[in-house]
């Protein structure tokens, strides 16, 4: 575990990065954004980009696994990402789409798109490119499933969080207002799909620190990975 470096940033002041990485529901989304509140940082989503390329991909009519085409799409859109942690925002041509991105329809293609490597590759460009300005002014926390692996693997911060599946599909439900049991099969299907694909799968870094979340409450979670940032008051 190597938190030495978020340390040194924290006490200097100097910006840092933190990735932090896990399954569906295990609270990331949540826990970053009030991170980055607390520590005046960036917040970047990076599923929120998977989420906007599929859903060009589903607009334009094209079946998600026709990959061919969804590489064209991926290449050819423009997304625009802000990374205020109080109200993150993404735009897909011009078009903000932060309702949209989160619908059913999305969520069960998205990881069919996220497979694609060509795909990968662009968006985890722009997600650098991203990640490098925040560098050079005040710092930012990156959610995702590969920030730690292989988007910033030189962050001075690496999380990868987790809950029981069962605690993570009733969280996921209870959000979406959905039927559980269905949202269980979903949601083990897209963890099943996430892990196992060839190019960049969930993955927790060596370096990480892993943090289980089932019986934590956000604020706990918070605090603890504020712990790991010696000088930064939870
Ligand atoms: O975190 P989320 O549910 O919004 O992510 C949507 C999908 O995108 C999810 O199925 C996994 C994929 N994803 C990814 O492959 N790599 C990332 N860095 C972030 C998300």
Do not use: N, W
């Not at 002041?13 to 991170?35: H, M, N, W």
């Not at 696994?65 to 925002?89: F, M, N, Q």
């Not at 559980?180 to 196992?196: C, I």
């Amino acid at each position: 575990v190597t938190v030495g470096g978020a340390a040194e940033a924290a006490v200097s002041g100097e910006p840092f990065v933190i990735a932090v990485d896990g399954p569906s529901g295990s609270g990331k989304s949540t826990v970053c954004r009030r991170l980055a509140q607390r520590l005046g940082a960036r917040y970047l989503d990076t599923g929120s980009m998977y989420r906007a390329v599929t859903l060009a991909v589903l607009r334009a009519g094209v079946d998600p696994h026709d990959t061919a085409t969804v590489i064209k799409i991926a290449s050819s859109v423009e997304l625009v990402v802000g990374t205020d942690p109080v109200e993150p925002h993404i735009g897909l041509d011009g078009e903000l789409v932060d309702q949209p991105i989160r619908g059913i329809e999305v969520t069960t293609h998205v990881s069919a798109v996220a497979a694609v490597p060509e795909v990968r590759r662009r968006l985890v460009d722009q997600q650098r490119e991203i990640i490098a300005a925040a560098r050079r002014s005040t710092g930012i926390v990156v959610e995702g499933r590969d920030i730690g692996a292989v988007v910033a693997p030189d962050a001075h911060l690496k999380v990868f969080l987790t809950a029981d599946p069962v605690e993570r599909a009733r969280r996921r439900s209870a959000e979406l207002a959905s039927d559980l049991h269905a949202t269980a099969e979903d949601l083990a299907r897209r963890d099943q799909l996430d892990s196992t694909r060839t190019t960049d799968p969930l993955a927790q870094a060596p370096d990480a620190v892993v943090v289980d979340t089932t019986v934590l409450s956000i604020d706990e979670v918070v605090a603890r990975l504020a712990d790991l940032l010696p000088g930064v008051k939870a």
